[in-house]
């Protein structure tokens, strides 16, 4: 017990490690990202912070198996790097002994991954897909940005802002122009702002000090009108529940399903758990360096099964949702191939031939 103690300590310290820097990564990369999409209006502002938690829900079922395959990886280099490993092989401890130590931390984190995969990813694309249907409903004109033209979704409007000043709260030199049961109306103002009335729940686009075009020019009811203040009523559209995806669906649902996408979408979430314990156990024979070497010089391997690994369960699935394979294979042949590989690299840690030696001629 001491042993697997000293051995799940080495590997949570370089768990919680690596893990910190996978999220970080995860985190720069898709609040940028985000960022982006709000400044495209296809993202309230007010709903990254809300986005980028519910997806950091999603990626935990790829980040932390992944975390945890390096971090094996890394603990158990190190103890082949000082020579801990030698002795330990020395005094009878199998690299078997070893897994079935490591079996009491990876077996629980697999639990959680999935819990992950099943409940709480669908759970978190769900609500990324409701928020992003009240973004497509608002009229607020969410992710305003000056000095280019914000078409409005349904193609009947246009606005241009030529600047913002930094609290974002009053516009300058604002264009807009739309139509209206076939009646074009143009307006331009020096300012203007967004007020919300929340009593009535309602929005409007006040303009200020500007003129307002009604009608085509040329014609008899052409007109042309000087405001000190507009107001435009933002009417709200009713929010319209998109084509779910099969990764924003619940478990249960995908259950009551009989496609094919849906199928390879179960076998892709029950895969999860199945490969965070196959990959944990697959770093172990791969960590294994000799004393001259550094920790890290079969982390360019390691990192390659894995690409291999993952890579092979994606085109698996889309294979399965294109008939390409039957579906009695799905995705469980990439496991009993990694699992294979598995078995084989432990089989020679231990000196076990799988098949008799050549006899010399």
Do not use: C
Not at 193 to 199: I, R, S
Not at 277 to 296: D, I
């Amino acid at each position: 017990m001491t042993l697997d103690r000293y051995l799940r300590k080495e590997v949570l310290a370089n768990l919680f490690g690596v893990l910190t820097v996978l999220l970080l990564i995860f985190l720069g990369n898709r609040f940028v990202r985000f960022l982006g999409d709000a400044l495209d209006g296809d993202l309230a502002q007010d709903t990254i912070l809300t986005v980028l938690l519910l997806k950091l829900v999603s990626a935990l079922v790829v980040i932390v198996p992944l975390a945890l395959y390096l971090a094996i990886l890394l603990g158990f280099g190190r103890l082949y790097r000082d020579n801990e490993m030698t002795a330990m092989l020395a005094s009878g401890i199998s690299p078997l002994r070893m897994a079935k130590g490591l079996l009491w931390l990876v077996v629980p984190v697999a639990i959680i991954i999935g819990v992950l995969s099943l409940e709480l990813s669908p759970w978190a694309e769900e609500q990324v897909e409701r928020i992003q249907d009240e973004v497509r409903a608002r009229t607020e004109l969410p992710g305003l940005s000056a000095g280019r033209f914000i078409e409005d979704k349904s193609g009947n409007g246009v606005l241009y802002i030529d600047s913002i000043n930094d609290d974002s709260a009053t516009l300058r030199d604002i264009f807009a122009q739309w139509r209206t049961d076939g009646r074009l109306a143009t307006v331009s103002a020096k300012r203007g702002y967004v007020k919300v009335d929340e009593a009535y729940d309602a929005r409007y686009l006040v303009l200020e000090d500007g003129f307002r075009y009604e009608g085509e020019p040329g014609e008899i009811d052409f007109r042309m009108i000087r405001f000190q203040r507009h107001t435009i009523y933002l009417e709200p559209r009713p929010i319209q529940a998109s084509q779910r995806r099969n990764k924003a669906l619940s478990t249960s649902e995908l259950l009551q399903l009989s496609s094919l996408s849906a199928h390879a979408e179960l076998q892709r979430r029950l895969s999860m758990p199945i490969a965070t314990v196959l990959l944990a156990l697959l770093a172990l024979p791969l960590s294994k360096v000799s004393p001259r070497q550094g920790r890290y010089s079969r982390l360019l391997l390691a990192i390659l099964v894995y690409a291999v690994y993952s890579n092979m369960l994606t085109v698996a699935q889309s294979w399965l949702e294109r008939e390409v394979i039957p579906a009695g294979f799905g995705l469980w042949w990439i496991h009993l191939a990694a699992l294979g590989i598995t078995v084989f690299l432990f089989a020679r840690m231990n000196g076990v031939r799988l098949w008799p030696k050549r006899a010399a001629a």
